[in-house]
């Protein structure tokens, strides 16, 4: 079924039976942090962050990557493939774990991945797709991609992991969503066309993390 979603205000409204999905925002209180994983990473079904967001969020639960102080430039894929695989196997569901977080959509300013556990999502290719189309429309203020307006600046290949073996991606222009799979867990990774002179970015990130969950299709496991 298509995904839908519901504001909520406390881990005590978090409904069960339906999918929720959770937006994290800026903040500097590690141990805050810290307790939103613990805490509420089990209780929702979907999550949105950008590079900033999940730096400090590894830093502040100790997971891959934490000894990094900021990112240099673009965000390593690598690096951030390795934090995301974590947050799902340590924080995600399992045969193991009474969790429902089975979906990051990361997105940072040239690229966005989409990382879901195996059986519980589909169409994430166009899932992830629209949520980088929708970052280049909503930043230009226009209706479609205006290609005098945007540029791409996505690494052009990239190592999938640093804490394995990870395997070399080289983008191809023609199939630009790329997939890779590791124990259990998919990504989908897509460039991101980036508005030159950008007039709307207040509220990008919901945007995109909602364009993408118009376009995700949900199996119910409740």
Not at 200 to 207: F, Y
Request: with cysteine.
């Amino acid at each position: 079924m298509a995904a839908s979603c519901r504001v909520v205000t406390s881990i005590s409204d978090i409904p069960t039976g339906i999918p929720v999905h959770l937006e994290l925002a800026s903040m500097t209180n590690r141990e805050l942090m810290s307790s939103i994983v613990h805490q509420v990473f089990p209780a929702v079904t979907s999550l949105g962050l950008n590079e900033q967001e999940l730096l400090f969020l590894t830093q502040s639960a100790s997971g891959p990557h934490s000894s990094l102080s900021s990112w240099n430039g673009v965000p390593d894929v690598g690096m951030v493939s390795d934090i995301l695989f974590w947050i799902l196997k340590e924080h995600g569901r399992s045969k193991s774990r009474a969790s429902d977080l089975t979906r990051i959509h990361f997105h940072t300013l040239v690229y966005h991945i989409l990382a879901t556990v195996d059986g519980h999502w589909a169409n994430q290719l166009a899932a992830v797709a629209a949520g980088a189309r929708v970052a280049g429309t909503q930043a230009c203020a226009t209706e479609t991609i205006d290609t005098s307006r945007v540029s791409l600046r996505a690494p052009q290949e990239f190592m999938t992991s640093h804490s394995e073996a990870g395997s070399r991606i080289v983008l191809n222009p023609n199939k630009p969503v790329v997939e890779w799979h590791r124990e259990g867990i998919s990504f989908h990774f897509t460039p991101v066309l980036v508005c030159k002179d950008p007039i709307r970015t207040v509220g990008l990130g919901d945007a995109i993390s909602a364009e993408g969950l118009v376009y995700s299709e949900v199996h119910p496991h409740y």
